[in-house]
């Protein structure tokens, strides 16, 4: 289970700081991913980390300007967001899963959590 948190209203240019934090430790082989709501019906892949090797991967939309990276102690994975743009509102949910499809597809079983949302004014 995930729980996210951290998210707010703020002005475009400003920062936030997500926290996804995990009941027990990630398998090192998963992916926690941070997603978000989008227009449509599927969730769209905003930043993922793959547990065991720390390795991170960006959709192009946030590349340069989100961070994601962990805490191993805490079970916790954040997602460090600068420079917001209005276009980044949107309610941030984590999920876990084995690939970049972890939005679209989590582990089996997995429940989504409540989402935190991020609000942009510009």
């Known amino acids: 289970q995930l729980a996210e948190s951290g998210g707010g209203l703020v002005q475009a240019g400003d920062s936030l700081r997500l926290s996804c934090a995990a009941d027990?430790?990630?398998?090192?082989?998963?992916?926690i991913g941070w997603c978000r709501q989008g227009r449509g019906n599927e969730r769209e892949f905003v930043a993922a980390i793959r547990w065991g090797s720390s390795r991170t991967y960006y959709a192009d939309s946030v590349k340069g300007r989100f961070t994601i990276s962990k805490n191993s102690a805490e079970n916790t994975v954040y997602l460090q967001m600068n420079s917001l743009k209005p276009e980044d509102t949107d309610a941030y949910y984590c999920?876990?899963?084995?690939?970049?499809?972890?939005?679209?597809?989590?582990?089996?079983?997995?429940?989504w959590g409540q989402g935190t949302q991020v609000t942009v004014s510009s």
């Open positions: 999920a876990a899963g084995v690939d970049l499809g972890v939005c679209q597809q989590p582990l089996r079983g997995f429940t």
């Open positions: 027990g430790r990630p398998y090192s082989s998963h992916v």
